[in-house]
T-cell receptor
Framework: GAGVSQSPSNKVTEKGKDVELRCDPI?????LYWYRQSLGQGLEFLIY????????KSGLPSDRFSAERTGGSVSTLTIQRTQQEDSAVYLC?????????????FGPGTRLTVL | GQNIDQPTEMTATEGAIVQINCTYQ??????LFWYQQHAGEAPTFLSY????GLEEKGRFSSFLSRSKGYSYLLLKELQMKDSASYLC???????????FGPGTRLSVLP
């Protein structure tokens, strides 16, 4: 079956513009996670959706970041008024069970470059 | 905070054995993952440890000591394709927190 997909694969934007990143989970996976990985750095947790519960937003770096998950499936991560420090690879992962201890399957990521 | 420590880089020879260590803060610990990430690719799952001891999966094994806040990933019969970053990640507080370590970049030389 299809894995986690993300779009676009690459996004170049100008400082101050808004961007939207999309994640399509594996069918049947109830949990969805967004991470950020800066060049040469580890993964930084951003936000976690568990089924139909309110998302855990504790990792969002600022109020410019927001995410939603429509119908428990597709998720969109929105970054408003982008800054150069937002440049990173944004990874989405999903898991079958609603628990952080379940295996996460990662998408290929969206490479965001803010000029 | 819930700091996770791993060596930044390691080098080993094809066919050899390498052990990648991970230390973490024990308070609130629920489980530990190891992921492999090749350059420019997404992480892929390797193992998950909840109880103390060694979990073996082919050439890869993972060990956990909950009392010591310590885990290692053991790679045997190293192959060139094992050159990658290896990420240790810990679940805390019954799933309230999920923290990745900085990763260990492993280079396998011929």
């Amino acid at each position: 079956g299809a894995g986690v997909s993300q779009s676009p694969s690459n996004k170049v934007t100008e400082k101050g513009k808004d961007v939207e990143l999309r994640c399509d989970p594996i069918s049947g996976h109830t949990a969805l996670y967004w991470y950020r990985q800066s060049l040469g750095q580890g993964l930084e947790f951003l936000i976690y959706f568990q089924g139909n519960s309110a998302p855990d937003k504790s990792g969002l770096p600022s109020d410019r970041f927001s995410a939603e998950r429509t119908g428990g499936s597709v998720s969109t991560l929105t970054i408003q008024r982008t800054q150069q420090e937002d440049s990173a690879v944004y990874l989405c992962a999903t898991s079958y069970q609603t628990g952080l201890w379940d295996t996460q399957y990662f998408g290929p990521g969206t490479r965001l470059t803010v000029l | 905070g819930q700091n996770i420590d791993q060596p930044t880089e390691m080098t080993a020879t094809e066919g050899a054995i390498v052990q990648i260590n991970c230390t973490y803060q024990t308070s609130g610990f629920n489980g530990l993952f190891w992921y492999q990430q090749h350059a420019g690719e997404a992480p892929t799952f390797l193992s998950y440890n909840v109880l103390d001891g060694l979990e073996e999966k082919g050439r890869f094994s993972s060990f956990l000591s909950r009392s010591k806040g310590y885990s290692y990933l053991l790679l045997k019969e190293l192959q060139m394709k094992d050159s990658a970053s290896y990420l240790c990640a810990v679940v805390y507080n019954y799933g309230q927190n999920f923290v990745f370590g900085p990763g260990t970049r492993l280079s396998v030389l011929p």
